[in-house]
Nanobody
Framework: QVQLVESGGGSVQAGGSLRLSCAASGATYSRTCMGWFRQAPGKEREGVATILTGVGSTYYIDSVKGRFTISQDNAKNTLYLQMNSLKPEDTAMYYC??????????????????????WGQGTQVTVSS
């Protein structure tokens, strides 16, 4: 029901910046969990950051705190990931994902496990030293 299309990946030098975008179409709802995940070759996929749509509360894994910022533009139905101070360890395929249904009101934020119903095709981020 929901289609997600990522863009903005590329190759940058360590310390550089990239901004990833995720355009969503189809049936979307407020208070759903949307997030960015990444997977490097031979590694497990990990959730990087999430946002509770409409609410705006965010979650980040420790390794990207202070460097990455997740945000949303509700009018454009688009999710963003601003990536600053990039490190070679950030090299991975980055995926946008969203949960299927709204979360209960007692949820003040969401963890990545709640944003895994629909997935984009991925966009490659490569950081060189």
């Amino acid at each position: 029901q929901v289609q997600l299309v990522e863009s903005g990946g590329g190759s940058v030098q360590a310390g550089g910046s990239l901004r990833l975008s995720c355009a969503a179409s189809g049936a979307t709802y407020s208070r759903t969990c949307m997030g960015w995940f990444r997977q490097a070759p031979g590694k497990e996929r990990e959730g990087v950051a999430t946002i509770l749509t409409g609410v705006g509360s965010t979650y980040y894994i420790d390794s990207v705190k202070g460097r990455f910022t997740i945000s949303q533009d509700n009018a454009k139905n688009t999710l963003y990931l601003q990536m600053n101070s990039l490190k070679p360890e950030d090299t991975a395929m980055y995926y946008c994902a969203t949960g299927r249904r709204p979360l209960a009101y007692y949820n003040t934020y969401c963890r990545p496990a709640y944003a895994n119903d629909y997935w984009g095709q991925g966009t490659q981020v490569t950081v060189s030293s």
